[in-house]
């Protein structure tokens, strides 16, 4: 294969003949481009050849299960991405459109080793990817994108015999069976399924029926405009549209998701959203109970109560903070052998007896309604009220090249760390300790913390602070972080702010 040029304009003969791939598409653990500007069908052509051929390298069986979102262009997208695959001499097994949990399903549904799944998640339209995994329930983290970086912008795939292509039908339906089982609600439930008009749409309403559930539709029908908003349920907008069909319809509560379906966000029964890491730790005091003395992983965008809730420290659970991401978070999961990860972005990874280790939007609806099931005197407002407060920014993401926001982010690390190192305060408490696992949080003498790091799949950086105490001193917190931030002219204005 030729090495893939970065750029190749538009609408010329080259672009319909040459792999173009941009380098920075090759992100810490997805592949990400926006379509046509970044990457060419040619250029998606390289990257199966080039997957193949890394599955080749590390002796993995050559079969794959691949699968594709309901955007418009992702079908053109997966041909062409599978087209490599075979001209690389993988067995192809196509298992349609699908959301990206379903696709991790198909590998143990079918018994194939690897996967990959074409998505922009909760991006833009314009935006394309592969989501893509050799080890079930993992996927690709920085050391397996990273080579499969320098597979494909080297021109290094290699073509073999042996490809091939079978359409598997049927594994939509399996994976509704798998999600449900033989659970019926015993009591009634009325929730809004919001799906942004985007795959899920295709699968969370039969899921909530099948549950036993009443379903009041929000955005359901299948439309890869999105007209509405963007499927992105850590979006406010997404967030605050669904607690207005909570109190239009009178609901229990609301369930919305991602793009992809692997992500699952909650607005209880008064209309109050959730974030997700709050939801995480009232699913964890629930699951609790039932597996004291468990590890649950969370992120460190997440809250500071997997570790300080009294309630969780009562049946002896481990709390152990770990990096952002996907790949990171299920790799996390499955080597310390927890029970669940929780992201503050709505990425739930429940393992051992409740689910599989990869993220599942549909799998954690399932589990609040087994949640709620399991309370039937507690709505969900009461279980949010039940929870020590503490008052938290959403997930804030001001924009920085991909170029230059790693470099960025290390500058600010180092500033952050001396600002430790001279005992200056933030938001003025003094600061206890700044973990440098993702990024730096600045940890405070009473528990409240701000975060930087960087996003791993879009240009910007990512800002969470959250307080103990107050919402003033959270503002206080954001506002010393944010200055901090500010010494970096790079750094461009906030997505949405506080």
């Keep these: 294969m030729t090495k893939p040029a970065p750029t190749v304009s538009v609408n010329t003969w080259e672009f319909l003949r040459d792999p173009m791939i941009t380098p920075t598409g090759f992100r810490e653990y997805d592949a990400?481009?926006?379509?046509?500007?970044?990457?060419?069908?040619?250029?998606?052509t390289a990257l199966g050849l080039g997957l193949g051929t890394q599955m080749h390298a590390r002796s993995i069986?050559?079969?794959?299960?691949?699968?594709?979102?309901?955007?418009?262009?992702?079908?053109?997208?997966k041909n062409a991405l599978m087209l490599g695959l075979m001209q690389a001499g993988i067995a192809v097994k196509d298992i349609g459109p699908a959301l990206s949990p379903m696709a991790y399903f198909s590998q143990f549904h079918l018994d194939v080793p690897a996967v990959a799944?074409?998505?922009?998640?909760?991006?833009?339209?314009g935006w394309t990817g592969v989501k893509m995994g050799f080890e079930r329930p993992l996927t690709h983290g920085p050391d397996e994108m990273n080579e499969l970086r320098d597979i494909v912008l080297e021109g290094r795939g290699q073509a073999r015999a042996g490809g091939s292509y079978a359409f598997i039908e049927g594994v939509r339906e399996a994976y509704l069976d798998d999600l449900v089982g033989d659970f019926k609600m015993t009591r009634k439930l009325k929730v809004v399924c919001a799906t942004g008009n985007g795959?899920?749409?295709?699968?969370?309403?039969?899921?909530?029926?099948r549950l036993g559930v009443e379903v009041v539709p929000s955005h359901t029908q299948l439309d890869y405009t999105f007209p509405h908003y963007n499927p992105n349920p850590e979006a406010m907008e997404?967030?605050?549209?669904?607690?207005?069909?909570?109190?239009?319809?009178?609901?229990?509560?609301?369930?919305?998701?991602?793009?992809?379906?692997?992500?699952?966000?909650?607005?209880?029964?008064?209309?109050?959203?959730?974030?997700?890491?709050?939801?995480?730790?009232?699913?964890a005091r629930d699951l609790a109970k039932l597996y004291p003395g468990s590890t649950f992983v969370a992120d460190v965008k997440s809250t500071g109560l997997f570790a300080s809730d009294p309630e969780l420290q009562k049946y002896g659970i481990k709390a152990d903070y770990w990096k952002t991401g996907h790949s990171h978070m299920k790799r996390r999961v499955k080597e310390i052998g927890a029970l669940a990860g929780f992201e503050k972005s709505g990425h739930y990874f429940l393992a051992g007896d409740i689910g599989r280790g990869y993220d599942c939007g549909m799998r954690v609806a399932v589990e609040i309604c087994k949640l709620m099931d399991r309370n039937p005197d507690k709505s969900m407002s009461d279980l949010r009220k039940a929870l020590p407060q503490t008052w938290a920014t959403p997930t804030m993401s001001p924009y920085c090249a991909d170029t230059e926001k790693y470099d960025t982010?290390?500058?600010?690390?180092?500033?952050?760390?001396?600002?430790?190192?001279?005992?200056?305060?933030?938001?003025?408490?003094?600061?206890?300790?700044?973990?440098?696992?993702?990024?730096?949080?600045?940890?405070?003498?009473?528990g409240g913390?701000?975060?930087?790091?960087?996003?791993?799949?879009?240009?910007?950086?990512?800002?969470?602070?959250?307080?103990?105490?107050?919402?003033?001193?959270?503002?206080?917190?954001?506002?010393?972080?944010?200055?901090v931030i500010r010494t970096e002219p790079n750094v461009g204005e906030y997505d949405q702010t506080i």
């Design 32 to 44: 990400r481009w926006q379509y046509p500007e970044a990457i060419n069908l040619p250029g998606i």
């Design 61 to 77: 069986e050559p079969v794959i299960a691949v699968g594709n979102d309901y955007r418009d262009y992702s079908l053109s997208i």
């Design 117 to 125: 799944m074409v998505t922009a998640s909760h991006n833009p339209n």
């Design 199 to 209: 795959t899920a749409a295709a699968f969370a309403p039969e899921l909530f029926e």
């Design 238 to 283: 997404m967030l605050h549209d669904m607690s207005d069909s909570v109190k239009a319809s009178g609901a229990d509560f609301a369930l919305g998701f991602d793009g992809d379906g692997d992500r699952c966000g909650v607005v209880d029964d008064e209309g109050e959203e959730i974030f997700a890491d709050k939801v995480g730790v009232i699913m």
């Design 409 to 446: 982010l290390e500058r600010l690390v180092a500033k952050l760390v001396a600002k430790h190192a001279a005992s200056e305060t933030v938001g003025g408490r003094a600061i206890k300790e700044v973990v440098t696992v993702n990024g730096a949080r600045v940890i405070l003498d009473n």
């Design 449 to 483: 913390w701000g975060l930087v790091r960087a996003s791993s799949n879009t240009p910007n950086l990512v800002v969470v602070c959250e307080s103990p105490d107050s919402e003033a001193e959270m503002r206080a917190i954001f506002a010393d972080i944010d200055a």
